[in-house]
C-alpha cells in the first residue's frame, strides 16, 4: 500500500531508505518478493485460496464514489461454501486431542469430538462449532481455546460463585476469607437464600465490590461535575494529583465515569476516553493492584503488599495504593478477585501489622493525596471526608473551590518545570553535610533539612512567581544555618566498635544532666567529657593483661610469641587472649597498639590457627546472634541462653568487669552494674560469685605460681611498663618450683581411690548434665589413651594438682564433642567447609535427612554419598573429555586441543563449562582439580589460566563492584559484568549438569531456590531449557552449534569412571586450499560455492579436490591482482617495489598497489611467480622492511581483525563499520577484493558470492552502490601513465596479462613531453580524524566539534589543516611554464618559483618532489610553511592525523594508605635460608623453593617493571635476553611476554600507538586478572608505567589523564584486598604480592630485593611443592647448587677474610622508599674461625627469625669457607 512505514517521522519510506533506516532488508525483501505459503497469510472467501495482501488488492474493485478498494464477494462465498465435508470435520474432531485442566476430564487426554459430545456442550453448540469449522472461519486450535473455555465455565457454574472484582468467587472462598459464617453458607446451599441476597449484604458487598473511591470532581462555582482527567484538561487540576487519583481507582476496582455513573477496567477506559492513552501504561501497572502482579523469580501472582515488599514497585506508589484500598473497603486479594478483612490479609502475607499501623497514624510517608483547596498532603480517607456524596450516583466527589482553580490557574510553572529549574540552579553550601560542596537546589531541597510541608510552600512559591530562584537560595542557607545550630543534641562519643550518642550516655547515668546540658550548650566539647576519668573508664575500659614481660632479659613479648617460644602453655595464652578479644582488642604489647581480631591475625599478632576461638570470644564486644529472635544479645544473655559455656562465659564477664564494667554489645560501650542488671546483661547472683571467687570463677593461670586466679587477681601480679602504660605479665626463669617439690605423691591405688571420691558434671555432649567419677570418666572412650596416660602419670608424680586435673578433663571433653560435633554435621568440601544446615536451607536435603543428622543417627559423609545429594555437590557430570572413535584413547580436552584434533574454539568453550560447573577435570587420571591445581599439575597451560579463572568464577562468585559483595554469575550478568553471551553459555553448562551453582557455598542448588535466591529467572530458563535458543557449543564432528544438554547426550559414559567423554570420529576429511588454511566441503556448500551434487560426486569419488578446485579457483584463491610492472620500452618486467625502487613509480602508487596485492591474498613476485604472505615477502625482499607493518595491516583483510571490545575476529567491512580502519581505506581494499573475485571471509579463508557477504554481515547493499557507482572518493588508484585516478577494476582493465605466467601487470609507457596550456598532477587528501577514548571510534573534525569533545578554536585549527592538494602546471602565451600547488579545498596557491626565490624551499626539495621521494601533501606543507609534522606516506590517496580526545579527569579519592611517590625495583630473587644463597627466581624454581605460578607471577613483575633482574649484576634484561643469558627458560617466555607488554606498551593495531597495562584493560584487550596484578605491581613499586614517559605516573596523575578511573585507582590503594596469588617460599600460606614486598629484604650494596624461602614451612607444615616438578629431576636440587656455586652463590657473600665476616639484618617499616628489612653482605678478606661462625650464625638465625632448631654443628673442619 505504498511503502514500509516510518513510526519515527510518520511517514512511508522508499525502500533504499528503508534499508538504511534498519526498518527492512534485502533478506525480508527477498522472502516477500517471493510469495510461498509462509507470506500469503491473506484468505481468498470466492476461491478459497491463501495470497499475498497485494495478490488479493489486484482482485478487489475501485469503488467509483469513494475511490476506495473493495473486495467482491461470489454468491457461493456469500453463501458460505464449505471447506470441509461433514464426514472430514468428524474424522478431524476424532484425532485432534486436548489435555483438559478441570472438570470431569481433569488429568485426561480426550479427543474434541469426546468433548463436544459431552454434557458440556448443548446440542446448539456442537452444531455451531462444527458448521463454523466446516466454512474454515476457525482452526482445530480455536475450538481447543473454546472448549477449554465452555468446560471452565460449566464447572464454575456448578459451584456457588459470586461477582468478584474480575472472576468469580466461589462461596467456599468467602467462608475461608471469613467473609460469609458458616449459617449464611448452609443456607446458601439448601436454597434458602440466592447469590444475589446475599451480595447484596452490606458485610459481603463491602469486600465483593468494596465501597466507593472518589469518582471525580464537582466544580463548586457552577455545580458541574467532571472526570479526573476532564479536569486535568480544563486546567483545574496538576497532572500529578489527577494522575494519584486517577492511579487509585485503578488500584482500587475501575476507573469511574462520575457523569454517566459506569464503572471501567483501564483498556475500556482508555477506549472510552474516559481516560487519555498518555496515561494508559501507567494505569494498567496500577491495575495490577486488583489483577496481581507476576513474581520474576517463580511466575507466581503476588498480591500489591507483596510486590511492594519484594522491589517490583517504587515504595511510594505501593503505600498510596495501600492507603486507598484500606479506605474503601480492604486489601485485595488479587488470586481470588475480592477483598479481604484484615487478619486475613495479615495471614495471606498481603499486609502486615507493622504497615496497617504505620497507615492507620497519617505521616509524611502515608500522606499520598494533594487536596487542591487546602493545598496540603492527605491520607486517602482524609480526603475521602472532604468529599461530597452525589445523591443521584452515591459516589464520592471531590469539591473544587474557585480559590483552588484561580491558584492552579495562576501558577507560572507546572510542577515538572519547577522540578527541573531546581535541578539546574546550583547552591556552594557555606555549613552543615554539605559544606563547600556545590549541589543543586533539588539535591538540597530533598535533604533531612527540609521538611515536606517547608519543600512543598517553597515550591509553590516559586511557581506563582512570588519568588525567585536567587530568594529561595538565601532562605534555604538560613534555614540550613539554623538547623546546624541545634546540632549540638546530636553530639557522639567514640564507643568500642560504633559511635556513642550522648544521650545513650546520660541514660546509662556514665554522664550527668550537667554535663549533658553543657556539651548541648557548646561550653564543654566531647573531646573534654571523653578525657574524664569516669567516662573514658566506660568507653574505653581500662588496660587489661597486653603481653608478657621476661625478667631476665627484660624482652616485652605479645602472649601469641610467648606461647610460640614455649614461655606459656597453649591453654594460659589462649585465655589470656581470649580475654583481650572479649574486653575490647588484641593488644601489641611491643608496638603498643590496639587489634580488632581480624587485624591482629592479618598482622601475624596472633597466628591464624587461633582466628576462630577470638572471633567468638571477641562477640563479647560486638554481640551474639540469639538464633530465635535475630536480635543482638550479650555474653550474660547468651551464656543463659545455652549459646556459650557456662565456664567460658563466667572467665569473659570476670575479665570484663576486671577492665572497666560489663560491655553492652548494642551501644558499644561498657555499662555501670546497676545499668547492666537493668539491660539483663548481668545478675546480683552472678556478681557476688564474682566478687567471692570459689575455684568455678579462677579461669585464669599463673605461670609463675602454678595457680589458678581469678583475672583480677591475675592482673594484680603485673607490671606497668613505663614507656607505655600497659599491663604486662612477668615471666621469670622456671627453676624447680617448691610448689612442685611439695605435691603429694600418689601410688596407682592412692590415684584411684581419689578419682573415685571426686564427681565431675558433664557439661557437654550425648552424657550432658550427667555426673561421673573421676575415674570412670578417665576409664571411658571421652578422654584419648594417650592422654589418660599422661595425666595419670603427672597425677601420680604431683605436677597436677586434682582442681587443675578437673579443668584438664573437662576442657578434652568439650574439644572432643566440638570435633565430633563439627565431623559430624559439616562437610570439607572443595572450597570451604559445608555445613547441614546450609544444606538444608537450600533444600539440598530434605528435614528428614537433617533431623537424622542432627540426632546422629547418619553422618554427613553417608548423606553426601546418596546419589540425590551428590548430585547437587559435585554435578551429574560435565563433558570430561574426548575419545578417539577407533583407538578408544582417552584424552584430556587441553591435549586434544594440543594435538589439533579440536580446534581452539571448542577447546575453550568445554574447557569454560568445566571451570563454570565447579572442576577442570583430568579425565586419564579421573581427577577434579580447581583450576589452580589443574594449572600446577599441567592437566590445563598456563596460556589459559585467567581465561578460566575468570570462568570459574561462575562458581566462587563475582565481587560486586558497587556493594563488594559476592554475587552469582546471573547477577554478574544483569549487573554487565560479564557479557551476556559468555553468562548463558555458562548459565546452561551449569543447568546442564545439576543446576544453578551458589557461589557462597559452591554447590549446585534446586530450581525453586535459585529463583528465591535471585540466581535465576524464569525467562532466562526458558531460554536454555530444551529446545534451548542458547546454543553456544559446536560438536567437532558435525560442526553443528549445541546446546551444552544437547552436546553432552552425544557423549559417552566410561564404564570405569563414569565419565562423560565425546566420541571424536576418525573420519576422513575432503579439504580445499584457502587463503590461509583448509576449506571443509561443508562449508563450500554453506557458502552456495559449491553446490550439492558436486560435493556427493566428490564423497563418491567420481571428481577430483583438484578438478573442483580449477572450476571454484575464483572464490579460492580469487583472479589475480596487479601483480607488477611492463615497462614497454624495454619489454623488462618487475615487481612494484622494484618498479618503485627504479624511479619508475612514486612510492604512493607503488604502496597503494602492494596494499591492495596484501588485501586480496598474497604479495607476489611477478618474476618468480610467487605468491608470498607479507612476512615472507619481506624476508625474501620481495617488499622492503619499511612497508612491513603497513602491509601487515593490510593483510588483516584477508586474516581478519580483532574486535577489541568483543575479541573476536571480524572482517575488514565490519572493522570499517565499527572504525577500526579509515572508511576511504576501507572502501579502497574491499574495491580491490571484489575486483580480484569478491569479498573474503576471513573466518573461513575464502571469497564469497556477494549474497553470502550480504548474510554473513562481511558487506551490504549501500556499499556496494558506493562501489558500483565510481565517484573520486572510490577511485583509490592511480594509474602513472595518464595521472589520473582510477577504481582498481578501472586500472585492471588497462592491464596486459604476462604470456608466460598469466599474472596482471601494469603497463608503463614511455612519457612525452607534451605542451599543454595546463595539465593537473593527481588529487592527495588530508584527513584530520577525530579518536574518542571512551569507544575507540574514528569521526571527523565536525562531527567531534558538534558532539562537543573539541572546543571552536580546536575545530577552527584542524579544520584548516585538511587540505586537498594539486598540482597545474600554466604555459602562458609568452612560453613561460609556471607549477602552481593549489588546495582545492581552501583555494590557496603556492608558486613553485617563487617559494625558492624566497627561500621556502630549496632545488633539492623540489628534486625530491619531481623525483617521488617527497609527497605531493609533504611538499604543500613546506610550501606554506607548516612543518608541525601531518605527513603521511601510507597512500596517495590521502593521509590522516589522529587527536585522542581525554575526559574529564576524575576526582581522587583519600585513602589512610599513602601512595608511593619513589620508584623502588620488584622482587629480584630468593634468599635460600637453607644454604644462605641468593638465586635467582628461575633457579628457586629448579630447586623447589617456590612452585612453578609462584615464579611465574615474580617473573612477571619483575618484566612489567623493566625487565627480567639478574641477581649478580643488577642488569635489567628484556625476556628474550634473559633467555639468553639463563635467566628465565625457554618453556617461561611465552607466559611473560604478556607482562613485558605492560612495561613496553600494548601496539594499538589501528594508530600503531602504544598503550600502557592500564588502556589496554580499559578497552579489554587485556584479561582482569592479568591486567590487575600487572598494575598493583607497578603501583607498589613507584608508579603506574606510561611507554611513552621515562618516569612512572602517580595515581593522580593517571587519574587526571583518564587513564584509570577512579575505581581502579580505589582498588589500587585498597592494598588490603589484593588478591593472594602468590605461595610464600617460607611459609607457605597464600600472600599478595604486598605482603611478599613486606616480608622481603634489602640487600646493602646492590640495593636488590630477596624474598626468603625454605624448603620447610617455618608454620611447621612441608612444602606442597617440594616434588619433583616436569621442569626438574630429582637430583636437581643438588645438581643446580654445585652448578651455581661460582654464579649466584658467589653473588650472596664472600666470607674468606682474616676478620669474620659480618651480616646485618635491620627491620623497617614500609617507606615511601622502600618495604620490608634490609641484608648486607660484606665481603672480607681472610677465613673465618669455625667458632665464630657457629655463633654468628646461631645468632643470626634468632634475628631473621629461622627455627631455633636448624642444625648449625653440620659446619666442622678446621678451616671451613663459606664461597
Given at each position: 500500500t ?31 518478493s ?14 478459497q ?19 476506495l478498494?473493495l ?11 464449505l ?24 488429568g ?24 463454523q ?17 465452555v ?30 459464617d458458616n ?12 447469590v ?9 458487598k ?113 503505600i ?23 487478619d486475613?490479609a495479615?495471614?495471606?502475607g498481603y499486609?502486615?501489622e507493622?504497615?496497617n ?7 509524611d ?47 507560572i ?14 547552591v ?8 563547600g ?47 546546624e ?5 546530636r553530639l ?61 632479659t ?6 601469641y ?14 585465655v ?21 581480631v ?13 582466628h ?9 564486644v ?22 556459650i ?20 554489645p ?37 605461670p ?35 610448689a ?12 584411684k ?5 571426686t ?41 597436677l ?17 566440638i ?81 589439533g ?55 566462587t ?5 558497587y ?9 554478574a ?13 555458562l ?77 571424536l ?16 566441503v ?47 620500452a ?7 617495489y622494484?618498479a618503485m ?18 588485501a586480496?591474498g598474497?604479495v ?11 612476512e615472507?615477502?619481506v ?33 575488514l ?44 554481515g ?39 596479462t ?5 599474472l ?27 579518536v574518542?577514548p ?21 575545530y ?44 621556502l ?41 589522529s ?23 620488584p ?56 633467555m ?82 577512579a575505581?581502579t585507582a ?19 600460606l597464600?600472600?599478595?604480592?604486598k ?16 624474598l626468603?624461602?625454605?624448603?620447610t ?89 629461622w ?8 659446619l ?8
Amino acid at each position: 500500500t505504498g511503502g514500509i512505514i516510518d513510526p519515527v517521522d510518520s511517514h512511508r519510506l522508499p525502500l533504499e531508505i528503508a534499508y538504511k533506516r534498519n526498518y527492512f532488508d534485502e533478506e525480508m525483501n527477498e522472502v516477500l518478493s517471493d510469495p510461498t505459503d509462509d507470506t500469503k497469510g491473506f484468505f481468498d472467501p470466492n476461491t478459497q485460496e491463501n495470497l499475498t495482501y497485494l495478490q488479493l488488492m489486484e482482485r478487489c474493485v475501485t469503488d467509483p464514489e469513494t475511490g476506495l478498494c473493495l473486495l467482491p464477494l461470489a454468491d457461493k462465498a456469500v453463501k458460505g461454501e464449505l471447506a470441509y465435508t461433514d464426514a472430514e470435520a468428524k474424522d478431524i474432531f476424532k484425532k485432534a486431542t486436548v489435555s483438559v485442566p478441570f472438570g470431569k476430564f481433569k488429568g485426561k487426554t480426550v479427543t474434541i469430538w469426546e468433548i463436544i459430545n459431552s454434557e458440556y456442550f448443548t446440542e446448539d453448540q456442537r452444531r455451531d462449532l462444527i458448521r463454523q469449522y466446516k466454512t474454515g472461519k476457525i482452526t482445530v486450535e480455536k475450538i481447543i481455546k473454546i472448549i477449554i473455555t465452555v468446560v471452565d465455565e460449566n464447572e464454575k457454574k456448578k459451584q456457588l460463585c459470586f461477582d468478584g472484582l474480575r472472576a468469580p468467587v466461589p462461596a467456599a472462598e468467602l467462608v475461608e476469607s471469613k467473609i460469609l459464617d458458616n449459617d449464611l453458607y448452609n443456607e446458601l446451599h439448601q436454597g434458602k437464600k440466592t447469590v444475589k441476597e446475599v451480595s447484596e449484604i452490606e458485610s459481603v458487598k463491602k469486600y465483593l465490590k468494596g465501597t466507593t473511591a472518589i469518582a471525580g470532581v464537582l466544580v463548586e462555582p457552577t455545580g458541574e461535575k467532571l472526570s479526573f482527567y476532564d479536569a486535568l484538561k480544563k486546567n483545574m487540576l496538576k497532572s500529578e494529583v489527577a494522575y494519584n487519583l486517577l492511579e487509585a481507582q485503578a488500584g482500587t476496582g475501575y476507573i469511574i465515569d462520575p457523569v454517566k455513573n459506569e464503572n471501567f477496567p483501564v483498556e475500556e477506559a482508555v477506549k472510552a476516553s474516559v481516560v487519555g492513552p498518555e496515561f494508559h501504561e501507567k494505569l494498567l501497572s496500577a491495575e495490577k493492584a486488583v489483577t496481581g502482579y507476576k513474581d520474576p523469580y517463580t511466575g507466581n501472582t503476588i498480591s500489591l503488599f507483596q510486590a511492594l515488599k519484594r522491589g517490583l514497585i517504587p515504595n511510594e506508589n505501593g503505600i498510596r495504593l495501600l492507603d486507598a484500598q484500606l479506605a474503601t473497603g480492604g486489601i485485595i486479594d488479587p488470586v481470588n478477585s475480592h477483598r479481604v478483612p484484615l487478619d486475613v490479609a495479615y495471614k495471606r502475607g498481603y499486609l502486615d501489622e507493622e504497615t496497617n499501623k504505620s497507615l492507620a497514624n497519617p505521616t509524611d510517608e502515608t500522606q499520598r493525596f494533594y487536596d487542591p483547596n487546602t493545598q496540603e498532603n492527605l491520607t486517602y480517607s482524609q480526603l475521602q471526608k472532604k468529599c461530597k456524596l452525589d445523591k443521584k450516583t452515591g459516589l464520592y466527589i471531590l469539591p473544587l473551590s474557585e480559590q483552588a482553580i484561580r491558584s492552579q490557574q495562576e501558577e507560572i510553572y507546572t510542577d515538572s518545570q519547577a522540578k527541573d529549574v531546581f535541578k539546574k540552579a546550583t547552591v556552594e553550601v557555606p555549613s552543615g553535610s554539605f559544606k563547600g560542596k556545590t549541589i543543586t537546589i533539588w539535591e538540597l531541597i530533598n535533604s533531612e533539612y527540609f521538611t515536606e510541608e517547608q519543600k512543598r510552600e517553597l515550591l509553590k512559591q516559586y511557581k506563582t512567581g512570588k519568588v525567585t530562584i536567587e530568594k529561595i537560595i538565601k532562605i534555604m542557607i538560613t534555614i540550613i544555618e539554623e538547623t546546624e545550630t541545634k546540632k549540638q543534641e546530636r553530639l557522639t562519643f567514640s564507643g568500642l566498635r560504633a559511635p556513642v550518642p550522648a544521650t545513650e550516655l546520660l541514660e546509662s547515668s556514665i554522664i550527668s544532666k550537667t554535663q549533658y546540658d553543657q556539651l548541648k550548650e557548646g561550653s564543654k566539647s566531647v573531646k573534654e567529657i571523653s578525657e574524664t576519668d569516669s567516662v573514658k573508664r566506660y568507653l574505653q575500659g581500662s588496660d587489661c593483661i597486653a603481653g608478657v614481660l621476661i625478667e631476665d632479659t627484660k624482652e616485652k613479648m605479645n602472649i601469641y610469641h610467648a606461647m610460640k617460644k614455649n614461655l606459656l602453655r597453649p591453654g594460659t595464652a589462649l585465655v589470656l587472649l581470649e580475654a583481650q578479644a572479649a574486653t575490647g582488642f588484641i593488644i601489641d604489647a611491643v608496638k603498643n597498639q590496639r587489634l580488632y581480631v581480624n587485624e591482629a591475625v592479618k598482622t601475624g599478632i596472633v597466628g591464624p590457627e587461633l582466628h576462630e576461638k577470638l572471633l567468638s570470644a571477641e562477640k563479647a564486644v560486638t554481640g551474639y546472634k540469639d538464633p530465635y529472635s535475630g536480635k543482638t544479645i550479650s555474653v550474660f544473655e547468651a551464656m543463659k541462653k545455652g549459646l556459650i559455656l557456662k565456664d567460658h562465659g563466667i572467665r569473659i564477664l570476670e575479665a570484663q568487669v576486671a577492665t572497666g564494667g560489663i560491655i553492652d554489645p548494642v551501644h558499644s560501650h561498657r555499662v555501670p552494674v546497676d545499668i547492666a542488671y537493668k539491660r539483663g546483661y548481668f545478675d546480683e547472683e552472678l556478681n557476688k560469685n564474682l566478687s567471692d571467687p570459689g575455684d568455678d570463677t579462677k579461669g585464669f593461670f599463673d605461670p609463675n605460681t602454678q595457680e589458678n586466679l581469678t583475672y583480677l587477681q591475675l592482673k594484680s601480679r603485673c607490671i606497668k611498663d613505663p614507656e607505655t602504660g600497659l599491663y604486662l605479665l612477668p615471666l621469670s626463669k622456671q627453676a624447680k618450683p617448691a610448689a612442685v617439690e611439695a605435691a603429694p605423691k600418689y601410688s596407682e591405688e592412692e590415684a584411684k581411690k581419689v578419682f573415685e571420691e571426686t564427681k565431675i558434671d558433664i557439661p557437654m555432649g550425648t552424657m550432658a548434665g550427667s555426673s561421673m567419677s573421676m575415674w570412670e570418666l578417665m576409664q571411658s572412650d571421652l578422654i584419648p589413651p594417650e592422654e589418660r596416660e599422661r595425666l595419670m602419670k603427672e597425677f601420680r608424680s604431683g605436677q597436677l594438682s586434682k582442681e587443675r586435673m578437673i579443668i584438664i578433663i573437662i576442657e578434652i571433653i568439650e574439644k572432643t564433642e566440638i570435633v565430633r560435633q563439627h565431623d559430624l554435621n559439616s562437610y570439607d568440601f572443595v572450597r570451604r567447609r559445608i555445613t547441614a544446615e546450609e544444606l538444608y536451607e537450600s533444600k539440598v536435603i530434605t528435614l528428614e535427612i537433617y533431623n537424622m543428622l542432627k540426632q546422629g543417627t547418619k553422618t554427613i559423609q553417608e548423606v553426601i554419598r546418596m546419589e540425590t545429594i551428590w548430585k547437587y555437590m559435585y554435578g551429574t557430570g560435565c563433558i570430561a573429555g574426548i575419545q578417539n572413535s577407533t583407538t578408544k584413547e582417552i584424552i584430556s580436552l587441553y591435549q586434544a586441543l594440543k594435538r589439533g584434533l579440536i580446534s581452539p574454539e571448542v577447546a575453550h568453550a568445554l574447557l569454560d563449562a568445566q571451570a563454570a560447573t565447579g572442576f577442570i577435570i583430568d579425565p586419564v587420571k579421573n581427577e577434579m582439580l580447581t583450576v589452580d591445581e589443574a594449572v600446577r599439575k599441567g592437566v590445563v597451560g598456563p596460556e589459559i589460566h585467567d581465561r578460566l579463572l575468570s570462568a570459574e568464577r561462575a562458581v566462587t562468585g563475582y565481587r560486586d563492584p558497587y556493594s563488594e559483595q559476592m554475587i552469582s554469575l546471573f547477577q554478574a550478568m544483569k549487573k554487565d559484568l560479564i557479557p551476556s553471551e559468555q553468562a548463558l553459555k555458562l548459565l546452561d553448562a551449569q543447568l546442564a549438569t545439576g543446576g544453578i551453582i551458589d557461589p557462597r557455598f559452591g554447590f549446585h542448588l534446586p530450581l525453586e531456590i535459585a529463583y528465591q535466591r535471585g540466581y535465576l529467572n524464569r525467562e532466562t530458563y526458558d531460554r536454555l531449557s530444551e529446545p534451548s535458543e542458547i546454543r553456544s557449543y559446536i560438536d567437532p564432528n558435525t560442526d553443528e552449534k549445541l546446546s551444552y544438554l544437547q552436546l553432552l547426550k552425544r557423549c559417552r559414559q566410561d564404564e570405569n569412571s563414569r565419565l562423560y567423554l565425546l566420541p571424536l570420529a576418525d573420519k576422513r576429511k575432503l579439504t580445499f586450499k584457502g587463503l590461509r588454511k583448509q576449506i571443509t566441503v561443508e562449508e563450500l556448500v554453506r557458502s552456495q560455492v559449491m553446490d550439492e551434487i558436486t560435493a556427493q560426486r566428490l564423497q563418491q569419488g567420481l571428481t577430483s579436490i583438484e578438478e573442483v578446485s580449477r572450476n571454484i579457483q575464483k572464490f579460492l584463491e580469487g583472479t589475480s591482482c596487479i601483480a607488477g610492472v611492463y615497462v614497454e620500452a624495454s619489454k623488462e618486467r618487475f615487481s612494484v617495489y622494484q618498479a618503485m625502487k627504479r624511479g619508475f613509480i612514486r612510492p604512493g602508487t607503488a604502496f597503494e598497489l602492494l596494499e591492495a596485492q596484501a588485501a586480496t591474498g598474497y604479495v607476489i613476485d611477478p618474476i618468480k611467480c610467487l605468491k608470498l604472505a607479507v612476512e615472507d615477502a619481506v624476508r625474501m625482499g620481495i617488499v622492503g622492511s619499511e612497508f612491513k607493518d603497513k602491509l601487515l595491516s593490510a593483510e588483516r583483510a584477508v586474516t581478519g581483525y580483532r574486535d577489541p571490545y568483543s575479541g573476536k575476529m571480524i572482517s575488514l567491512f565490519q572493522a570499517m563499520k565499527k572504525g577500526l580502519i579509515l572508511k576511504d581505506h576501507g572502501i579502497r581494499l574491499l574495491e580491490a577484493q571484489i575486483a580480484t573475485g569478491g569479498i573474503i571471509d576471513p573466518e573461513e579463508s575464502h571469497r564469497l558470492p556477494v549474497e553470502i557477504a550480504y548474510k554473513r554481515g562481511l558487506f551490504d547493499e549501500e556499499m556496494n552502490e558506493i562501489l558500483s557507482d565510481p565517484s573520486d572518493d572510490t577511485k583509490g588508484f592511480f594509474d602513472p601513465n595518464t595521472e589520473e585516478n582510477l577504481t582498481y577494476l578501472q586500472l585492471m582493465e588497462r592491464c596486459i596479462t604476462d604470456p608466460d605466467t598469466g599474472l596482471c601487470l601494469l603497463p608503463l609507457k614511455e612519457k612525452k613531453r607534451e605542451r599543454k596550456t595546463s595539465s593537473k598532477s593527481s588529487v592527495r587528501k588530508r584527513r584530520v580524524v577525530i579518536v574518542d577514548p571512551e569507544t575507540g571510534k574514528e569521526m571527523s573534525v565536525y562531527e567531534a566539534y558538534r558532539k562537543g569533545l573539541i572546543d571552536q578554536q580546536t575545530y577552527t585549527e584542524l579544520s584548516e589543516q585538511e587540505c586537498e592538494w594539486e598540482e597545474v602546471t600554466i604555459s602562458s602565451s609568452d612560453g613561460v611554464v609556471k607549477s602552481i600547488i593549489t588546495d582545492r579545498r581552501s583555494g590557496r596557491q603556492y608558486d613553485i618559483d617563487d617559494a625558492i626565490a624566497k627561500g621556502l624551499i630549496d632545488q633539492s626539495a623540489l628534486d625530491q618532489y619531481r623525483a617521488g621521494t617527497l609527497s605531493i601533501t609533504e611538499f604543500a606543507d613546506m610550501l606554506s610553511g607548516n612543518m608541525s609534522g601531518f605527513r603521511s606516506r601510507s597512500s596517495s590517496v590521502g593521509s590522516s592525523s589522529s587527536y585522542p580526545v581525554s575526559p574529564a579527569a576524575a576526582k581522587t579519592q583519600l585513602s589512610s594508605w599513602s601512595d608511593p611517590n619513589e620508584e623502588t625495583g620488584p622482587i629480584a630473587g630468593i634468599l635460600d635460608t637453607d644454604t644462605l644463597e641468593k638465586v635467582s627466581i628461575t633457579e628457586a624454581m629448579h630447586r623447589n623453593l617456590v612452585d612453578n605460578i609462584t615464579g611465574q607471577r615474580l617473573l612477571e613483575a619483575q618484566a612489567c617493571t623493566g625487565g627480567i633482574i639478574d641477581i649478580n649484576t643488577g642488569q635489567k634484561f628484556s625476556v628474550a635476553d634473559a633467555m639468553n643469558k639463563g635467566l628465565v627458560d625457554k618453556i617461561m617466555v611465552d607466559r611473560i611476554n604478556l607482562a613485558q607488554k605492560a612495561y613496553n606498551g600494548f601496539e594499538d593495531p589501528r594508530t600503531k600507538t602504544k598503550m600502557s597495562a592500564a588502556q589496554a584493560l580499559k578497552k579489554g584487550w587485556l584479561y582482569y586478572e592479568a591486567g590487575q596484578r600487572f598494575l598493583e605491581v607497578q603501583y607498589l613499586t613507584g608508579g603506574l608505567i606510561e611507554p611513552d614517559l621515562p618516569n612512572r605516573v602517580n595515581l593522580d596523575e593517571a587519574l587526571r589523564k583518564g587513564t584509570i578511573d577512579a575505581r581502579t585507582a580505589q582498588k589500587l590503594r585498597d592494598v588490603n584486598t589484593y588478591s593472594k596469588y602468590l605461595t610464600c617460599p617460607k611459609t607457605k600460606l597464600k600472600i599478595s604480592y604486598k605482603e611478599a614486598i613486606d616480608k622481603s629484604m634489602i640487600e646493602d650494596g646492590s640495593g636488590l630485593r630477596l624474598l626468603e624461602a625454605s624448603s620447610t614451612s617455618s608454620k611447621g607444615y612441608y612444602s606442597p611443592y617440594n616434588v619433583s616438578g616436569s621442569g626438574s629431576t630429582s637430583g636437581s636440587r643438588s645438581g643446580s647448587r654445585t652448578g651455581s656455586r661460582s654464579g649466584s652463590r658467589r653473588g650472596s657473600f664472600d666470607a674468606t677474610g682474616s676478620s669474620g665476616f659480618s651480616m646485618n639484618f635491620s627491620s623497617s617499616s614500609y617507606s615511601s622508599s622502600s618495604y620490608g628489612r634490609r641484608y648486607t653482605a660484606t665481603a672480607q678478606d681472610s677465613t673465618v674461625d669455625p667458632a665464630e661462625l657457629v655463633v654468628t650464625l646461631a645468632s643470626l638465625s634468632r634475628c631473621c627469625g629461622w627455627e631455633a632448631s636448624r642444625d648449625f654443628l653440620a659446619l666442622q673442619g678446621p678451616h671451613p669457607t663459606v664461597a
